[in-house]
């Protein structure tokens, strides 16, 4: 059984991976500091998987606290989902976002040496390719041009992890290059929670179509896509939690770096996902198109054979589950996690 350090466990896509690697045997430690999550989940992974998982609230900046919890516990290795992630709060924000992102990374990283503890798996995301050229993207592309403070903190944190590994050759390094995960536990008791007005499509349109928003505002019907609306590779949450489970059981013992995009192959439009949202709450939903978004691409999907081939993982789940499960979780839960 091999205890894994899960920053920012509590999130999303955190707790959903906490749910997975507790289905397959591993002891998953959650430290966060519940700036952009609710403690309300951890007892929602406990009624899903009959485990509670140890929580720790802290701040991966804080290496006194990361100390105490590495001499508290044989970790085997670290899942480090901590971060903020908002595109948009991080162009008004940069000094906050390279402090929490980078900084916290390598507080955690300098408390994993002292602890002798070599084996990372990093949340990196598809906005490190920037516009690429052609699609699908392979693992190879260039990752120079990510336009905004979020993104570079995901392009500096990988350069950092590579020089980490090009020093220790021992370190055991997988960065997971997620596309755009949504979606839900199908239980539809847990979910993406977001704070304030969601910046994300799923979860605007899953607001939308519980009544809490009037309509979908849709940038841009002038793309060269299939029907002018900007094209995305959507991975449900599920899957990208299944994702990890794989890279810890494949790669976790492996030295050097690994670079995994995961993703579906498969892009689909904002109209084709709000139909699919329609489908899932049975009534029609409004909206209206309004200017591209800056910084916005026009379409982008993974090629993500590569973990097919070394991770022996795939995306099975489709978008009609995405938003079935979704709008599962809106339904049940208007207001997302309860305080207490
Ligand atoms: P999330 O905000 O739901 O989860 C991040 C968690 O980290 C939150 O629970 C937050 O409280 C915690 N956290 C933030 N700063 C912290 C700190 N300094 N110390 C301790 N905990 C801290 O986000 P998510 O969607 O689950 O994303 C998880 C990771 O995946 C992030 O690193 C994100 O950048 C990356 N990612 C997300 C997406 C996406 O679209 N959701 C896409 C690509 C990559
Ligand atoms: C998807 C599509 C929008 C909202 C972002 C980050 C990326 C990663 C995933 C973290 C686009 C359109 C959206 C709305 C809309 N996150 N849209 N109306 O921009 O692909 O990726 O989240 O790593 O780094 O950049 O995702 O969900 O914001 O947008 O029309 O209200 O939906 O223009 O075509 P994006 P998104």
Redesign the pocket.
């Given at each position: 059984m091999s205890n894994i350090l899960v920053t920012g466990g509590a999130g999303y896509i955190g707790s959903h991976t906490c749910l997975q690697m507790i289905a397959a045997g591993f002891t998953p430690i959650i430290f966060d500091n519940f700036s952009n999550s609710k403690p309300t989940v951890v007892k929602r992974i406990a009624a899903i998987s009959g485990q509670t998982p140890q929580v720790y609230q802290g701040d991966i900046r804080n290496r006194h606290h990361l100390d105490e919890v590495f001499a508290q516990h044989h970790i085997d290795g670290v899942i480090h989902f901590a971060g903020l992630?908002a595109?948009g709060e991080s162009m008004a924000k940069p000094v906050e976002y390279y402090e929490n992102n980078v900084s916290g990374t390598l507080t955690l990283l300098q408390a994993m040496q002292a602890a002798n503890v070599k084996r990372i798996i990093f949340s990196s995301?598809?906005?490190v390719y920037g516009e690429p050229e052609s699609m699908p993207i392979h693992e190879d592309f260039p990752t120079l041009s990510a336009t905004n403070p979020?993104?570079q903190s995901?392009l500096m944190i990988e350069r950092i992890l590579q020089d980490l590994a090009k020093a220790q050759p021992d370190w055991s390094i997988t960065l997971l290059r997620?596309f755009?995960?949504v979606g839900a536990h199908p239980s539809g008791t847990m979910g993406e929670d977001p704070q304030g007005v969601?910046?994300?499509?799923?979860p605007?349109i899953a607001q939308v179509a519980v009544g809490r928003r009037e309509k979908?505002?849709?940038?841009?019907n002038d793309y060269p896509t299939v029907d002018g609306?900007?094209?995305?590779d959507y991975i449900h949450v599920m899957d990208l939690a299944d994702g990890h489970v794989a890279a810890l059981t494949y790669r976790l013992k492996q030295a050097g770096v690994h670079i995994y995009n995961l993703g579906t192959g498969q892009g689909y439009s904002?109209l084709q996902?709000l139909h699919a949202f329609e489908q899932a709450c049975g009534h029609s939903l409004a909206y209206q198109i309004c200017p591209?978004?800056a910084g916005?691409i026009a379409e982008?999907w993974a090629d993500s054979t590569k973990a097919a081939k070394e991770l022996h993982w795939q995306a099975t789940r489709s978008l009609s589950q995405m938003a079935d499960d979704t709008w599962r979780w809106q339904s049940n839960n208007p207001n997302g996690y309860p305080e207490s």
């Open positions: 992630k595109v995301s598809a906005t979020y993104g995901k997620y755009n995960p969601p910046n994300n499509l799923a605007y979908l505002s849709i940038f841009g609306s900007g094209v995305r904002v996902v591209r978004r916005d982008c």
